[in-house]
């Protein structure tokens, strides 16, 4: 049986660990949820239909990326941005995105 880690305890985790209340264009931390428990996390630079296909396949159902979806200003949820949310919620991946965050360490 696999660990299970709530993803609130993972977001904890992040906070206590990186500046994540710095300035940024950036969303970090938490950009799209899952339905609350993490047991496997894929890590990728930039956020993609690719790597978010290749996650799936591996059974993440969390992603950690440097780029995520979401900066400054609201993202219409059409074409690409569409149909990565919608896969990230069918296959129940939670997105986590760390910025400058990550720039500083």
Same mark, same amino acid.
């Given at each position: 049986m696999a660990l299970k880690i709530a993803l609130v305890e993972i977001e904890s985790f992040l906070e206590k660990t990186l500046d994540m209340k710095m300035p940024d264009t950036a969303i970090n931390g938490i950009?799209?949820?899952n339905s609350g428990y993490i047991s496997k996390i894929g890590l990728g630079v930039d956020f993609s239909l690719e790597l978010l296909e290749a996650a799936a396949l591996q059974g993440c159902n969390a992603l950690l990326v440097h780029h995520g979806l979401f900066w400054g200003q609201p993202l219409p949820l059409r074409g690409a941005?569409?149909?990565k949310i919608k896969q990230l919620i069918?296959?129940?991946i939670? =997105?986590?995105?760390?910025? =400058?965050p990550l720039d500083l360490h």
């Amino acid at each position: 049986m696999a660990l299970k880690i709530a993803l609130v305890e993972i977001e904890s985790f992040l906070e206590k660990t990186l500046d994540m209340k710095m300035p940024d264009t950036a969303i970090n931390g938490i950009q799209v949820a899952n339905s609350g428990y993490i047991s496997k996390i894929g890590l990728g630079v930039d956020f993609s239909l690719e790597l978010l296909e290749a996650a799936a396949l591996q059974g993440c159902n969390a992603l950690l990326v440097h780029h995520g979806l979401f900066w400054g200003q609201p993202l219409p949820l059409r074409g690409a941005s569409y149909r990565k949310i919608k896969q990230l919620i069918e296959n129940d991946i939670a =997105l986590i995105a760390l910025h =400058l965050p990550l720039d500083l360490h």
